[in-house]
Antibody, heavy 119, light 108 residues
Framework: EVQLVESGGDLVQPGGSLRLSCAAS????????MHWVRQAPGKGLVWVSR????????TYADSVKGRFTISRDNAKNTLYLQMNSLRAEDTAVYFC????????????WGQGTLVTVSS | EIVMTQSPATLSVSPGESATLSCRAS??????LAWYQQKPGQAPRLLIY???TRATGIPARFSGSGSETKFTLTISSLQSEDFAIYYC??????????FGRGTKVEIK
């Protein structure tokens, strides 16, 4: 069974940093592109970042470019999101999600972890 | 960036009736569109990909159609578990991968 379990969400002050993790199981993690998608309270889904299967290519939404870094450890089956210079508008539930092989929609999602940026 | 517009924002439907949700793209997508269902406090769930292909385990009462810039998700004979928010997502031109703002299907 495919499972994605996020962790690391917390309350952080504006300008602060946080690292999110997503532990994957039930599939060969190193074969899949992985993503972070966020959802502000009461709002819709917004794609944040993606990393290809071997970690060689990363892409970011303009809103987080230069502040967030996506990475992965295929030996540990874990995806990460390092979030720096956090702003109030980064407050959201952050989901990790998977693309099926050679497809570009999200077939599995984690349950999400809440990041709150507030003083 | 491709902008996705969903309508209506809220749809009130009685159980057993059908619901038709619309999604429009600002550019042609060919058939590169997915639909997701999200219930409160839960992760999104893939329903439809390639505009009309049901994902594994999705009941036949969910159907998708459309091409180019106009797409529809139809839920026939709504069950209690179908009341949720539905999002469309394009994957024709990326990055970014973009979602619509969602349609909430509520009990009438």
């Amino acid at each position: 069974e495919v499972q994605l379990v996020e962790s690391g969400g917390d309350l952080v002050q504006p300008g602060g940093s946080l690292r999110l993790s997503c532990a994957a199981s039930g599939f060969t993690f190193s074969n899949y592109w992985m993503h972070w998608v966020r959802q502000a309270p009461g709002k819709g889904l917004v794609w944040v970042s993606r990393i290809d299967d071997d970690g060689s290519t990363t892409t970011y939404a303009d809103s987080v470019k230069g502040r967030f870094t996506i990475s992965r450890d295929n030996a540990k089956n874990t995806l990460y999101l390092q979030m720096n210079s956090l702003r109030a508008e980064d407050t959201a539930v952050y989901f990790c999600a998977r693309f099926p092989t050679k497809e570009y929609y999200f077939d599995y999602w984690g349950q999400g972890t809440l990041v709150t940026v507030s003083s | 960036e491709i902008v996705m517009t969903q309508s209506p924002a809220t749809l009130s439907v009685s159980p057993g009736e059908s619901a038709t949700l619309s999604c429009r793209a600002s550019q042609s997508l060919s058939g590169n569109l997915a639909w997701y269902q999200q219930k409160p406090g839960q992760a999104p769930r893939l329903l439809i990909y390639d505009a009309s292909t049901r994902a594994t385990g999705i009941p036949a009462r969910f159907s998708g159609s459309g091409s180019e810039t106009k797409f529809t998700l139809t839920i026939s004979s709504l069950q209690s578990e179908d009341f949720a928010i539905y999002y469309c997502q394009q994957y024709n031109n990326w990055p970014p991968w973009t979602f619509g703002r969602g349609t909430k299907v509520e009990i009438k």
